[in-house]
């Protein structure tokens, strides 16, 4: 099973995530090997998808919420947390900065097992974004992004459910649309939740897309290529150490 602690530490004010730990969720748990989150990396930060699950994993799962990435989060930083949760939180750092949004409504579950499950699966369903979706979807709109500067950013996610209870749970792709302003692009994931074969909510997820261009297939190739040698390397250092 999951445990969120492994990679966020949680203090009596908040939480924090070294570098360590959210390079290690973002390849080894979500399968994300975006090189932002490459220890020592000039650009890191921490994934949305970690502090997306953090939060689920800290407060609960709600029948609706709604995180609003503001800023990239650094490693080490302090950010704090409220006691209890009101319909809308600003979440921000020891420095007051603005780091996320995170509102909130109807029923509560604090049921581990669920919440678990529930981040597992929204965390595998992500990490299937690039290639397998967003490729398909930039061919299909003859844009691509930077090949020197491949950057995607999570907006924001939302989840919508019926209830707070289930088995053996599973996320499906429901549509995925792609909205281009000029060398902008915002990205939209709508997916489905089930419990074994019954539906019990539905979810969302916005990414951001810059430097944008004309699709061409040999610079999406070697993007896709590149990213597939990052999998490979990180792989064969996780299956020597074990």
Not at 39 to 63: E, I, N, T, W
Not at 127 to 145: A, Q, S, W, Y
């Amino acid at each position: 099973m999951l445990d969120i602690g492994n990679y966020a530490t949680f203090t009596e004010r908040g939480m924090k995530f070294s570098q360590t730990q959210a390079s290690q969720f973002a390849k080894g748990v979500a399968g994300d090997f975006n090189p932002i989150h490459d220890v020592g990396g000039k650009r890191f930060c921490v994934p949305g998808d970690l502090l997306f699950a953090a939060l689920l994993s800290h407060y609960g799962v709600y029948q609706q919420i709604h995180v609003d990435l503001v800023t990239l989060v650094n490693a080490d930083v302090d950010i704090g947390l409220p006691n209890e949760l009101l319909a809308e939180n600003e979440i921000r750092d020891c420095n007051d900065r603005h780091l996320l949004s995170l509102n909130v409504s109807g029923d509560n579950s604090n049921d581990q097992t669920f919440v678990t499950s529930l981040i597992m699966q929204y965390v595998r369903f992500s990490g299937k974004t690039f290639p397998d979706v967003l490729v398909k979807l930039m061919r299909e709109h003859n844009v691509m992004i930077n090949p020197a500067r491949p950057l995607v950013i999570y907006k924001d996610m939302s989840l919508n459910l019926d209830r707070l209870h289930g088995n053996n749970l599973s996320l499906t792709l429901d549509e995925a649309t792609i909205d281009i302003d000029g060398k902008k692009g915002k990205v939209c994931l709508q997916f489905i939740i089930k419990s074994d074969d019954s539906i019990v909510g539905q979810g969302k997820k916005n990414m951001l897309l810059s430097g944008l261009r004309e699709f061409d297939q040999q610079a999406m190739d070697d993007i896709v290529n590149q990213y597939a040698d990052w999998k490979s390397a990180y792989d064969g250092v996780s299956t020597s150490v074990l």
